[in-house]
């Protein structure tokens, strides 16, 4: 599920609500489509457990109820954690996000070899004290150097492997957390996405939990 | 369904022709049998199979040639199995369908409900093999349709039908069809797409609903520049009515219209090509009358004869030639402003050496696998040198297969694969089209005496329309169902 590509889960969605006969909204127009809108695009290869989704009913549905529904239709490896009802006005969740977390995985990782633990939280440690953090970036064959160091929000040790890393989801600028990590333990992008990434949770402006959909593999 | 797997026919154990619907479960009683054991050798697993009717066995036949590199003989190795008849599901609403089709997550090439409306079509277009393979036409029932649709909707939340037909506009009762769907499901944001559509004449209320499902292009097929030429292929639309089509279709709000033809067909002629053009730039006019420039694609392929149809006899045109005509169309087109696609002429090419191909290809199939050939019908993966060279290797020489006309009694190697379409009607049809002579629609009109029906069991099935269009949205009632029996007319 997790190769599923954001496009492809708004798809699957659509189709589970329909199976679920669950009484979603639809746009008016031309090509109608489900009222229901996900925060920000997971990438691909990246396993959640913090996804939102909005959705707009023509009637009233109670959220435990929508949720049972949801479930007994969704295919094996998603699924809806919780499910709370909303006020009709409320902003786009994709507009409100500000951050977002992740666990990387080095376990049974050839990079964490040469490290140990100390080593680790020293890399850690020297990176974030650092005020600016170059990558580059290849964007229609130009190659191109952003500063990733103020998208960091937090960067750190959760046992001897797993690192927990923070990103701060505005308006300027985004860095994909296996980016982070090629440039910390100084590997190629190709490499570091090849480790298991895991979300963890996604913070909003407003106090705006909903659906939480558990994406793994 | 493959009824031409002469060039393949080394690679695989059976092959089914014809439907596949009823004859799968006889093969997996027997494969089964084999699995548990019942079926000792492989020599006696094959055998069962080839006593199911419509299962070709290649291994149990040889193929003899003549000094000229001709079929000579095809030789059966079973005393009891000298040919194989295609398999005919008589009725389609007998057959139950699956309900819960598998739904991919990753989208697909065809991400939608598909539903076959009509197998089969009885127009005759002498070029064509789906028109003779799949013969007689029958139709599903419009309520069979709709309870398909109704169930495989909501198992699998898809939001797009597709009608599936050679031509969906043949389907007897299209018009109710598409409109009673329209009245269940369109309030369940449901759209329905039609593949291939003939429009003659519309209906408003039916040209609406077209209009609402079709967002892209509009294909109109002539196949040929003129109507002598649309004669021979026995696909004898007139010019004015083409021009009266384009002219609704844009009426109707299309802004572009794609125009398919081919080239390199039977009696072609130069003033053949110069038609293309010219009918092009008449479908151009009519846009422009109405005030606007439409987009006009030319797309032109090169005819490829088939086996089992009435041109099997005839000569492919020369790879040369081929480019040559597309440089001229080229040209021409460019210069009244319309856009012109084609195909890649080298693949035509061996298009037609393995559309009528024999078993000995095989070799060069399996040379050309293992110096690198793959996906070649992917224009930017295909390896023409390779491929050239293989069949050197092999000594074999493709435009044996392409370039030669046949004579009249030559055994093909498809000859004991009966696509239940007589030889003898085939080569009737091929001097009927040399004297462009019509074979009217044996679904509307008499029986052509193919040989495909027994007008007992295998027959056309049709389900006309009541009484025009339906316009009440409140039920849908059962249409008057009436099965379309063409009593045979021996004259």
Same mark, same amino acid.
């Given at each position: ?14 189709? %589970? ?6 009484? *979603? %909204?639809?746009?008016? =127009? ?12 997971? %990438? ?27 479930? %007994? ?10 499910? *709370? ?22 376990? &049974? ?9 100390? =080593? ?26 952003? &500063? ?12 001897? &492997? ?5 990103? &701060? ?36 402006? *407003? ?11 | 369904?493959?009824?031409? !797997? ?11 022709? $014809? ?26 697993? @094959? ?72 197998? /089969? ?15 007689? +036409? ?41 409109? +009673? ?35 892209? /292009? ?17 696909? $004898? ?37 110069? $038609? ?10 009519? $846009? ?8 006009? +694609? ?30 001229? @169309? ?82 093909? !190697? ?11 009607? @085939? ?32 027959? +056309? ?31």
């Amino acid at each position: 599920m997790k190769y599923l590509g954001h496009l492809e889960l708004v798809t699957l969605f659509s189709r %589970a609500i329909r199976r679920a006969d669950i009484p *979603v %909204a639809y746009s008016a =127009g031309f090509h109608p489509l489900p009222k229901i809108w996900f925060g920000q695009p997971l %990438a691909v290869g990246i396993e959640s457990i913090a996804e939102n989704l909005d959705m707009e009913l023509t009637e009233y549905g109670k959220p435990e109820e929508i949720k049972k529904r949801l479930n %007994a239709t969704l295919p094996d490896g998603i699924k809806v954690l919780e499910a *709370v009802e909303l006020p009709l006005k409320l902003q786009p969740i994709s507009a409100i996000i500000t951050d977002a977390t992740y666990l990387i995985c080095l376990e &049974n990782s050839r990079f964490l070899l040469p490290l140990r633990r100390e =080593g680790l939280e020293e890399l850690l440690n020297n990176f974030l004290q650092r005020d600016e953090v170059v990558i580059f970036k290849e964007r229609e064959g130009k190659k191109k150097g952003i &500063n990733i160091r103020p998208l960091i929000k937090g960067l750190s040790l959760k046992g001897d &492997n797993t690192i927990q890393l923070t990103l &701060n989801m505005g308006t300027t600028g985004s860095v994909k957390p296996w980016e982070v990590i090629a440039c910390l333990l100084e590997m190629s992008d190709s490499d570091s996405r090849l480790l298991p990434i895991l979300k963890i949770k996604e913070t909003h402006g *407003v106090a705006y939990e909903l659906f939480r959909l558990e994406k793994s593999i | 369904m493959h009824l031409i !797997p002469e060039p393949i026919a080394e690679f695989f154990d059976a092959f089914v022709l $014809g439907d596949g619907e009823e004859v799968i479960l006889e093969i997996a009683d027997i494969v089964i049998g084999w699995k548990d054991g019942k079926i000792r050798e492989r020599e006696e697993l @094959l055998k069962r199979l080839a006593r199911v009717e419509g299962v070709y066995v290649p291994a149990l036949f040889n193929a003899a040639y003549n000094a000229d590199g001709t079929v000579k003989e095809i030789i059966p190795l079973l005393k009891d199995y000298t040919g194989i008849n295609k398999r005919i599901v008589p009725d389609l609403n007998k057959l139950p369908l699956p309900s819960r089709p598998v739904v991919p997550f990753p989208q697909i090439v065809h991400d939608h409900l598909s539903v076959e409306i009509n197998r /089969g079509c009885t127009r005759g277009c002498r070029f064509c093999q789906a028109g003779m393979i799949y013969r007689p +036409n029958r139709e599903r029932s419009p309520e069979n349709i709709i309870r398909i649709v109704e169930g495989a909707l909501k198992n699998t939340g898809y939001d797009e039908v597709s009608f599936l037909s050679l031509s969906a506009g043949d389907y007897s009762c299209i018009q109710d069809t598409l409109i +009673n769907f329209m009245d269940r499901f369109a309030g369940e944001k449901i759209a329905v797409s039609l593949p291939s559509m003939r429009v003659g004449t519309l209906n408003p209320r039916f040209a609406e609903e077209i209009k609402r499902v079709r967002k892209t /292009g509009f294909t109109m097929a002539p196949e040929a520049g003129s109507e002598r030429l649309r004669q021979v292929i026995n696909k $004898g639309i007139e010019e004015e009515a083409l021009i009266d089509t384009a002219r609704n279709v844009f009426e109707m709000g299309w802004r572009s219209i794609k125009l398919y033809y081919m080239m390199g067909l039977p009696t072609e002629t130069h003033a053949d090509m110069e $038609g293309i053009i010219r009918l092009s730039s008449r479908v151009q006019e009519a $846009g422009k009358r109405q005030g606007f420039r439409p987009k006009i +694609n030319v797309s032109v392929s090169q005819f490829i004869p088939k086996a089992h149809t009435p041109f099997q006899w005839e000569p492919q045109i020369r790879l040369e030639e081929c480019l040559e005509r597309q440089t001229f @169309l080229r040209r021409e087109l460019k210069r009244k402003k319309l856009d012109f696609k084609w195909h890649d002429a080298r693949m035509s090419f061996l298009e037609g050496v393995f559309s009528r191909g024999d078993r000995r290809l095989s070799r060069v199939i399996m040379a050309a696998f293992e110096q690198g050939c793959r996906f070649d019908s992917w224009g930017d993966q295909l390896r023409f040198e390779t491929w050239e060279k293989v069949f050197r290797d092999e000594g074999i020489a493709p435009e044996f297969y392409t370039y030669r006309k046949r004579n009249k009694d030559e055994v093909f !190697p498809w000859d004991h694969l009966n696509a239940r379409v007589d030889k003898k009607f @085939l080569h009737d049809e091929y001097e009927r089209s040399l004297k462009a002579e019509e074979t009217p629609d044996c679904k509307t009109d008499k029986c052509s005496i193919c040989g495909v029906c027994d007008h007992k069991v295998i027959k +056309n099935i049709s389900f006309f329309e009541e009484s025009g269009v339906r316009s009440q949205k409140s039920e849908v009632k059962p249409s008057a169902i009436s099965i379309s029996h063409q009593p045979v007319k021996y004259d």
